[in-house]
């Protein structure tokens, strides 16, 4: 069974930057499909940024050119960098596991991190 610890969100102004990392057990880092989205209370889940198992990286058009997701396996932990940050970057965001691109975050997520942009 897969446990994901995140943290490493906070309070920002727009343009500023936060490193959030996800603690993995259970489960190698450097296997499978993992990932990060967001998610608003309420609203749709939106994927972020995802690594495969060979650490391809995909990225919602949203995160592209200001978030690169990567992992350190010898700390089993999974890290999303987030530079440029806008005020619609806020939200709770989860670190996830899955098997496939498709299937992806079946495994499950972890608890979450708040990230909050504002002037």
């Known amino acids: 069974q897969v446990r994901l610890v995140e943290s490493g969100g906070g309070s920002v102004q727009p343009g500023g930057s936060l490193r959030l990392s996800c603690l993995a057990s259970?489960?190698?880092?450097?296997?499978?499909?993992w990932g990060w989205f967001r998610q608003a209370p309420e609203k749709e889940r939106e994927g972020v940024a995802t690594m495969d198992s060979i650490g391809r990286d995909r990225y919602a058009d949203s995160a592209k050119g200001r978030f690169t997701i990567s992992r350190d396996t010898a700390k089993n932990t999974l890290y999303l960098q987030l530079n440029g940050l806008k005020t619609a970057d806020t939200t709770m965001y989860f670190c996830?596991?899955?098997?496939?691109?498709?299937?992806?975050?079946?495994?499950?997520r972890g608890q979450g991190t708040q990230v909050t942009v504002s002037s």
């Open positions: 996830a596991k899955g098997r496939s691109d498709s299937t992806w975050p079946e495994d499950g």
């Open positions: 259970g489960f190698s880092v450097r296997d499978d499909y």
